[in-house]
């Protein structure tokens, strides 16, 4: 594990995210560090994180990006370590994506098998080692990031839906045997379009205009996670959805 940035102890907590893309990932990461706490982002190209670093720390937050496999128990395991080191674990967000098309004839073995290990199995051993840490403090917050496909299976999607599926009963049996414990374990279906360049142009190919406010903004979707994570225990969500108005569902 590699990366960029260091992070100095705070009086919050760390936040470690787990699947830090250019989007949602990322807009969580400056979300919590303007919250106040430090920042441990990760992802396969660790290198691609030295722009957010360098924006947050010029915020006046603290950031550490990190190269990361979260295939890999043992690189998780570090990942989670070293931001448990920095300050106590408060927050953990599973983030990775995975999502493919392919029609099911065309879906191959190792396809399926890999998008698999990047959207369910990834998410479990990231949870699990995240709720390892965070009872040792007594409690914790782990967020994990969903999609249509959590909910049901589309035409092309077999593989994307069998994970994403997966990846929501890990999150409810985490949630049934760690929140007793104190620890807050919540599912997020992001149920729309992410407003990037690449959703856009992909849009305009189908010929649908959409309007400005009818994809998400990733800086919202990030405002979501900072608010669930500071509900009182007398009031959590396990599970919720987002979408924007117009939103057919």
């Known amino acids: 594990m590699s990366g960029a940035g260091s992070v100095a102890g705070s009086g919050a907590g760390s936040v470690a995210v787990v699947g830090a893309g250019d989007f949602i990932g990322a807009a969580i990461a400056r979300r919590f560090a303007a919250g106040g706490h430090p920042v441990f982002a990760g992802r396969r190209q660790g290198e691609k994180l030295a722009p957010l670093v360098a ?7 603290t950031c550490a990006g990190r190269t990361l496999d979260a295939r890999s128990e043992a690189a998780i395991a570090a990942f989670l370590d070293e931001a448990d080191a920095a300050a106590p674990l408060e927050v953990c967000v599973f983030n990775v994506g995975a999502n493919v ?7 191959t073995e190792r396809v399926f098998r890999k998008v698999w290990e990047m959207a369910c ?129």
């Open 101 to 107: 098309r392919f029609p099911a004839l065309e879906t």
């Open 55 to 61: 924006e947050i720390a010029q915020a006046g937050g």
């Open 121 to 249: 199995y990834a998410g479990f051993l990231t949870g699990r080692e995240a709720a390892r840490r965070m009872l040792a403090h007594g409690r914790g917050s782990i967020f994990f990031t969903g999609a249509t496909a959590s909910m049901r299976g589309a035409a092309g999607f077999a593989a994307f839906a069998s994970a994403k599926a997966g990846l929501r009963a890990v999150a409810q049996s985490l949630a049934r045997e760690f929140g007793p414990r104190n620890l807050h374990v919540a599912h997020l279906v992001i149920d729309a379009g992410v407003d990037t360049e690449w959703v856009r142009e992909q849009r305009r190919q189908r010929g649908e205009a959409a309007a400005a406010d009818m994809l998400m903004d990733p800086a919202s979707i990030a405002d979501t996670y900072w608010h669930l994570h500071h509900q009182t225990r007398d009031g959590w969500t396990h599970e919720l959805d987002l979408r924007p108005y117009g939103e057919r569902w």
